[in-house]
T-cell receptor, first 115, second 111 residues
Framework: GAGVSQSPRYKVAKRGQDVALRCDPI?????LFWYQQALGQGPEFLTY????????KSGLPSDRFFAERPEGSVSTLKIQRTQQEDSAVYLC?????????????FGSGTRLTVV | SQQGEEDPQALSIQEGENATMNCSYK?????LQWYRQNSGRGLVHLIL?????REKHSGRLRVTLDTSKKSSSLLITASRAADTASYFC???????????FGTGTKLQVIP
């Protein structure tokens, strides 16, 4: 597609519920990133994929967070047993590989509210 | 990766004035990017300047980079109300250009 698409746009989850957030990157973009943005803060890095390989997951806050990109295109961020502190906007970004890098293209994000 | 630190944290100007935002970082970089974020939306890539460049222009945007001082500035000329947003710098380094964002500069342009 023309841009990075994220779904759903909004998600309300009851505490303890599992959620799955989807990211469709730009076709041909090798690199895919997930960020978490709390209100009034900058985006915090969660994890990075190069094609289907998850090369960096150092930003995932706990083992309740899991991300995958099985075919090197669409990625899913899963949060198990959601807690109120997980409430944030989750942003996905994609880019060309290093040799063609010219900045990230971000999706509009998924706003997760845990009640 | 490293985090860029934007300064000032907030800036309020009249429409038509110029706005200048600064960014500092700590270690060597391959490039530095600037992004804009309107309230409740995703980040929009504005401009990328490479480490061997000193200045770059794009429309009403002018970015400078001083690698000796590890700093960059973003100048928006003839500001418009639509420029109201948060602006983030993103120093890029490493093989896959991982960046960590700071808290940004919140710009308000008053009509």
């Amino acid at each position: 597609g023309a841009g990075v698409s994220q779904s759903p746009r909004y998600k309300v989850a009851k505490r303890g519920q599992d959620v799955a957030l989807r990211c469709d990157p730009i076709s041909g973009h090798v690199s895919l990133f997930w960020y978490q943005q709390a209100l009034g803060q900058g985006p915090e890095f969660l994890t990075y994929f190069q094609n289907e390989a998850q090369l960096d997951k150092s930003g995932l806050p706990s083992d309740r967070f899991f991300a995958e990109r099985p075919e090197g295109s669409v990625s899913t961020l899963k949060i198990q047993r959601t807690q109120q502190e997980d409430s944030a906007v989750y942003l996905c970004a994609s880019s060309l590989a290093s040799t063609g890098f010219n900045g990230y293209t971000f999706g509009s994000g998924t706003r997760l509210t845990v009640v | 990766s490293q985090q860029g630190e934007e300064d000032p944290q907030a800036l309020s100007i009249q429409e038509g004035e110029n706005a200048t935002m600064n960014c500092s970082y700590k270690t060597s970089i391959n490039n530095l990017q600037w992004y804009r974020q309107n309230s409740g939306r995703g980040l929009v890539h504005l401009i990328l300047i490479r480490s061997n460049e000193r200045e770059k222009h794009s429309g009403r945007l002018r970015v400078t980079l001083d690698t000796s001082k590890k700093s960059s500035s973003l100048l928006i000329t003839a500001s418009r109300a639509a420029d109201t947003a948060s602006y983030f710098c993103a120093p890029g380094s490493g093989g896959y250009q991982k960046v960590t964002f700071g808290t940004g500069t919140k710009l308000q342009v008053i009509p």
